[in-house]
């Protein structure tokens, strides 16, 4: 089984602009969720759909977003990108919602500059 | 919202010898446990995880036990190889706040 995927692997943005990030979940999963990396901050909950849903959402700034289409393929978007939006974005995929095993994607590396 | 702590941040150790890296949380609903290994420039694996209802679980040389009343697990790696080299995280979930990590802990495996 193929395992999560995510494009692409690194982007480089001047601040202000926006940017989308993509996210392909392991085959029959159907839960996604996205997290930022920073070495300061660590790993960090953005949020997680399920069913085309957002169910949860960590304690981000509304610049943050995401959507998930039926395929459960997940996007994510940061709008109006600041220096500290640079970060390594993690999502990962579950078969279903809270408490089960996630599995991670290898990440987009994100720089503003 | 949950809290995880993680420690020791930094834990060197001779190869051979016995690891332990150990965490506590907030939040008594959270009831799933899991914990990933990162290599550099790799993203995290699942390595290990308990569930609430279980105290110990072990997998060849790793091992994870938790104690719900005083609210915190651990990790236990046994006979330690280089390869155990990485950062290692803990996290906890079970409410609606996806898994809430722990700072991690670079693990160093001294020859």
């Known amino acids: 089984k193929a395992g999560v995927t995510q494009t692409p692997r690194y982007l480089i943005k001047t601040r202000g602009q926006q940017v989308t990030l993509s996210c392909s979940p392991i085959s029959g999963h159907r839960s996604v969720s996205w997290y930022q990396q920073t070495p300061g901050q660590g790993l960090q909950f953005l949020f997680e759909y399920f069913s085309e849903t957002q169910r949860n959402k960590g304690n981000f700034p509304g610049r943050f977003s995401g959507r998930q289409f039926s395929n459960s393929r997940s996007e994510m978007n940061v709008s109006t990108l600041e220096l500290g939006d640079s970060a390594l974005y993690l999502c990962?995929?579950?078969?279903?919602?809270?408490?089960?095993?996630?599995?991670f994607g290898p990440g987009t590396r994100l720089t503003v500059l | 919202g949950e809290n995880v702590e993680q420690h020791p941040s930094t834990l060197s150790v001779q190869e051979g010898d016995s690891a332990v890296i150990k965490c506590t949380y907030s939040d008594s609903a959270s009831n799933y446990f899991p914990w990933y290994k990162q290599e550099l420039g790799k993203r995290p694996q699942l390595i290990i995880d308990i569930r609430s209802n279980v105290g110990e679980k072990k997998d060849q040389r790793i091992a994870v036990t938790l104690n719900k009343t005083a609210k915190h697990f651990s990790l236990h790696i046994t006979e330690t190889q280089p390869e155990d080299s990485a950062v290692y995280f803990c996290a906890a979930s079970g409410g609606a706040d996806g898994l809430t990590f722990g700072k991690g802990t670079h693990l160093i495996i001294q020859p």
């Open positions: 990962a995929s579950s078969l279903a919602l809270e408490a089960n095993e996630q599995f």
